[in-house]
């Protein structure tokens, strides 16, 4: 489609097996070579899976891997879901009619994402049943084609396909053989200390419990059903279930192109890359989850390996592989100016902004809060005066003020807290 559309592009569909950057040259699986004047490496992120070659382990990290997940689903009863990011997250909202045991490593749910205040106001969401008609979005959608049957055997099932995106949950069935909505049990604090198949377990003559019910009947202390696959936690306990989902974050794809090449890494393996996108290694740029920002950030902005912002990267990065071939300057894009990121989570509208968790501002901040129970949380990140960050949960109508507020760095210092007072228009005050 690409190709019909412009007649400048050819696409190659084949994994990179070697970069020869002193030679400007790339060899492909098909073993073909194809020399470059510059490259952009853009392989994205894998799955940091808690366990390789387990059948009974799926990571979702594409939107294969999404669809497995669904075929899966359709037959289970219970499953385990590892990790505490985005995908978590919306995983454990999403899923019907399956027991859904849930451990993180946290106190609180959300942690990349959330203090545990929030945490607190959307955990009740999660208990409660899930009637309410779905949010609209106010966005473009990102969504497949109908699928390929023959592309995922032909490329191997070892091979990462399209990232998911933020709508990657939309087109799927997530439901379970139970017939009730929302049933989930999390398990604060713990990590997987070790993953038995049955006959191990059987084995090892451990005792598995039983999902945990109400308090008030807690008599029955062991699990009576046979599970295809164990897990035991860090905090002693352990769990059957029909599978497990390990959503335990994600880790730079640079492997193919490390070998003979001298790149600079940053401390998450990602390749280093200033101001252009450019890493250490002449003609050769990196963009999205694949790379590491190096140059040094706008106060209101940090690099998250995200959707969103791996689409920013891609964006700048041609143009200043474009710029750089002409000869021209260029500025840093302004999408690096702030941190700004919209989400949905258990169906609230969420807008995270700035250094909304108070990243690298140390002690010397304050907070501002406002919460409503079930309809609106307001987080706001103050220091001397200025607004640094804030996370807005429900529809607060708020983010372009204070977008505005952060990048002006106004002086709001006398407004103390009637900043967040619920009968003050701060939209109409500010315009």
């Known amino acids: 489609m690409l190709e019909n559309r412009f007649p400048n592009i050819k696409v190659i569909q084949s994994e990179v097996k070697q970069l020869k950057s002193k030679e400007h040259c790339i060899l492909t699986g098909d073993g073909s070579q194809h020399v470059y004047k510059k490259l952009c490496l853009c392989a994205g992120a894998k799955p940091k899976l808690i366990c390789e070659g387990n059948p009974y382990v799926l990571g979702i990290r594409d939107t294969d891997s999404a669809q497995e997940f669904q075929k899966q689903l359709t037959k289970a009863k219970r499953i385990m879901i590892i990790g505490n990011g985005g995908i978590a997250l919306e995983l454990v909202y999403e899923i019907e009619g399956c027991e859904v045991i849930w451990a993180i490593k946290d106190k609180a749910i959300g942690n990349t994402f959330f203090d545990a205040g929030a945490a607190e106001f959307l955990t009740s969401k999660l208990i409660a ?6 949010i ?4 473009a959608r990102y969504t497949t084609e109908g699928r390929k049957k023959e592309a995922q055997t ?13 709508d990657w949950h939309e087109g799927l069935h997530l439901k379970g053989t139970k017939e009730f909505s929302h049933k989930v049990h999390i398990e604060t604090m713990c990590e997987v200390k070790n993953i038995y198949l049955q006959e191990e377990f059987r084995i090892s003559k451990k005792k598995s419990l039983p999902f945990p019910r109400d308090h008030c009947n807690q008599s029955v202390t062991t699990d009576k059903e046979a599970w295809p696959v164990y897990v035991e936690l860090t905090n002693e306990k352990t769990y059957g279930c029909d599978f497990i989902v390990s959503a335990t974050g994600v880790i730079p794809n640079t492997e193919p192109f490390l070998c003979g090449n001298n790149f600079d890494l940053g401390e998450d393996g990602g390749l280093k890359v200033d101001a252009h996108m450019h890493t250490s290694v002449s003609d050769v740029y990196a963009a999205g989850d694949i790379c590491t920002a190096s140059w ?7 690099q998250m390996r995200l959707w969103t912002q791996a689409r920013q990267m891609g964006w700048y990065a041609a143009k200043c592989m474009a710029a750089a071939s002409l000869g021209e300057p260029i500025d840093l894009d302004f999408s690096f100016e702030l941190f700004a990121h919209v989400t949905k989570f258990f169906n609230y509208k969420v807008v995270l902004l700035g250094k909304y968790n108070a990243q690298g501002l140390g002690s010397d901040h304050e907070l501002m809060l406002r919460c409503t129970k079930g309809q609106e949380y307001v987080k706001v990140v103050m220091q001397n005066g200025q607004m ?10 708020l983010e372009e003020t204070f977008e505005n507020l952060i990048l002006n760095q106004t002086d709001l210092s006398s407004y103390g807290e009637d900043l967040l007072d619920p009968n003050i228009d701060l939209e109409d005050y500010f315009d």
């Open 154 to 166: 032909k490329s191997g099932a070892g091979n990462l396909g399209s990232a998911l995106g933020p």
């Open 129 to 134: 049943e899930k009637p309410e008609a779905r």
């Open 388 to 397: 640094m960050g804030a996370v807005l949960i429900g529809e607060t109508d």
């Open 136 to 139: 609209a979005h106010k966005r």
């Open 296 to 302: 040094p950030p706008s106060p209101f902005w940090q």
